[in-house]
């Protein structure tokens, strides 16, 4: 008589098991983390930390940048996808669409704390006081003219910019595009920048499809432009920065930054804060409306561009690939994430007790975001 035999398995593990197409025992030992290059020194010193104290796998953490660790982690479930990834900024609507396209329906949501975002250089040259419109006017590729219209940016020195800033050639290096620094620079300071221009900011809040043709025509953006949102355009705008040698794509290693600063001082670096901290007998942070980037300033939001860090975990994975929970509950202790933990030494700014109870709920009852 033919017996058979039934083998249970969770739903999670029969999504592991159907996206890897073979048995998943013994496959991924390990927790594998991707993502931001600012997340990854705090991931980092976790992993490690998790890795001596339960005698477990060291977590593999990986610097991709936000958007790549987003692309990587919502491709599918299965071992041959992250467990989990680190972002420097929340994970856009796009992204959580992707994921539940491909599979990645459960993604549980951890803001782990705040990060300020520095415009830096060299000890060895002076101080630089800026603010969000002098960032905007250097940096971005198209800026209003005498006439209002928007114009190729012309300005070659920060005097261009600033009759009060020195007549020192702008030169800024800085994160690609999928990086979640890049995406918080632009939100935070050239947005914040550009709103100092009347039409800018009128774009930007103008919804009426007659309204905004009339701005735009006195922009001078073409018609081909016509079909979107004031906001839309606003941001298209805004976020485009120079490709004529000022700004200076540096890849996702912040360190490589602090590198170039150090053998040009009259350059400028964009990067997070915790580098600036680790750093601060090579490097300056620049003055930004008038508030120095310190613990306390981006804390109180007084320093105005901060924003806060997150990483996200794959449910489904969760109870297959050993060390997940661990590893998270390691990061959400008051020991790591907590005003006195060991990642405020290492230049990561707490959230408030009642966000730390909410996030490390979270993640011990695995509940999930339903939408963003």
Known sequence: MKKTFKIALTGAAMALLMSSGSVLAGARDYVSVVGSSTVYPFATVVAE?????????????????????????????????????????????????????????????????YDGIVVANSKKAKQMSLTRKDLYLALAAKIPGPDGKLITNPNKTW???????????????GPPPTSGTRDAFSELAMEGGAKKFEALRALRKEKKSDSIMEMMDKLGIPPSAYNKKGKKVFKAVTHAL????????????????????????????IFGFSFLDQNSDKVQGSLVEGNMPSFDNIADKSYPISRPLYFYIKKAHIGVVPGITEYAAEFSSDRAWGPEGYLADKGMISMPVELRAKYASDIKNTVPISGL
Not at 242 to 269: F, S
Request: hydrophobic letters at 35%; proline letters at 5%.
């Open 242 to 269: 120079r490709e004529d040698g000022v700004y200076i794509e540096a890849g996702e290693n912040d360190n490589l930054i602090i590198q170039k600063l150090e053998a040009n001082p009259e350059a400028l670096g």
């Open 159 to 173: 005097k261009d910019v600033n009759a009060e800033l020195p007549a020192v050639k702008i030169e800024v290096i």
């Open 49 to 113: 930390r998790f890795g001596k104290n339960t005698g477990s796998p060291t977590p593999k953490i990986e610097s991709t940048g936000s958007g790549g660790g987003m692309k990587l982690f919502c491709a599918g479930v299965g071992t041959a996808h992250p467990d989990v990834t680190n972002s420097s900024r929340r994970m856009k609507a796009s992204e959580f669409e992707k994921c539940q396209g491909n599979g990645v329906t459960d993604i549980i949501e951890v803001l782990i704390g």
